[in-house]
């Protein structure tokens, strides 16, 4: 049999396999975030999303709303990549760190939003140039704001004081962590008037996860009774003040007409019954709490579970 050349291969419509990429994964500092931290990030920056949108309202004078999308952990490197190569990136200093914070959003919306607080309609050139004094100044004024929110919605979990420390347009120049050094990233859209925008929250995660301690805590079991019997105390259940039950025939159900009585074998001077979940507790008699009907409990039942 005649040798088959790798071109001849190909003629025939035998693809090459072509080598996998690997990425080399380091379990020492996972880049995923444990769905409890995430969680708990979730609702922080989703507080601070709508603290974000009144203080623009406020400021800009147009009705605005942010919304918050997604709450992921990527390296610097991988966020930096993510970003337009040219965007306004606000960059916040931390006390005793290198590394800085940073909010971003498009330059083009933060000119429509100075030309909004100085009175115009909005209306601004697109594409992306550098901000002059006076708009740095009115973007720093709409970033501490964002600042004071930022603080506010994230409460214990960001002890460090954030704070201005420049502005930056490139996003593959603007060093603001080492390429590995791990970010909290928070990707939002921000919506002034009829205009929106995508915009960024990154955080270097070690000020936060720090304060989240650990994703899988254990606990141990020689307390677990006491552990259990506590929380079930505090577990809400439904209370119905009832009638004594009427057994019922389905045919009798299946028969009911408009102006049909049913008999209840409750005598009128007994109590209702008091019942948690369907199960009778004790008995209960009508009165009243103010404006609002009460029941005063007469007796009570105690049952063991079976």
């Known amino acids: 049999m005649d040798c088959v050349t790798v071109q001849e291969q190909l003629s025939f419509g035998v693809p090459m396999a072509t080598p996998r990429a690997v ?21 922080a920056f989703e507080t601070f999303a709508r603290q974000w949108g009144t ?5 800009v004078r147009v009705i605005s709303q942010v919304t918050s ?42 000119l429509h939003w100075v030309d909004s607080m100085l009175g115009g309609h909005g209306t601004v050139p697109d594409g992306e140039r550098k901000f002059t004094q006076i708009e740095q100044s009115l973007i720093r004024r709409l970033m501490d ?28 120049f603007a060093q603001a962590a080492s390429t590995t050094e791990l970010m909290i ?10 205009r ?7 955080i270097p995660a070690h000020l936060l996860l720090a304060q989240l301690g650990d994703a899988n805590p254990t606990a141990t079991v020689e307390d677990a009774r006491e552990l259990i019997e506590q929380q079930v105390a505090h577990v809400p259940v439904d209370v119905s003040v009832q009638l004594a039950a009427l057994p019922v025939l389905p045919s009798r159900i299946l028969d009911l007409a408009v102006g049909d009585v049913l008999k209840l074998p409750h005598p009128q001077h007994r109590p209702f019954e008091l019942a ?31």
Do not use: W
Not at 24 to 43: K, M, N
Not at 185 to 194: K, L, N, S, Y
């Open 23 to 43: 990425d080399v994964y380091d379990f020492r500092r996972p880049t995923t975030l444990a769905r409890e931290h995430s969680r708990v990030l979730e609702l």
């Open 196 to 202: 929106s925008c995508p915009a960024t929250v990154a």
């Open 69 to 110: 999308e997604h709450v992921l952990m990527q390296t610097y490197n991988e966020y930096a990549a993510s970003l337009p190569p040219t965007t306004a990136m606000i960059l916040c200093a931390i006390p005793d760190h290198p590394s800085k914070a940073v909010i971003q959003f498009p330059a083009s919306a933060g």
């Open 145 to 172: 704001d964002a600042l004071e929110g930022l603080h506010y919605s994230l409460g214990s979990v960001l002890t460090a004081q954030l704070s201005i420390d420049s502005i930056q347009y490139n996003s593959q």
């Open 55 to 59: 203080q623009l309202t406020a400021k």
């Open 276 to 306: 948690v979940s369907g199960r009778r507790l004790g008995e209960a008699a009508l009165g009243q709490n103010g404006s609002r009907l009460a029941c005063v409990v007469v007796t009570t039942e105690e049952k063991t579970a079976p």
């Open 185 to 194: 990233v928070g990707t939002f859209e921000i919506r002034v008037g009829e």
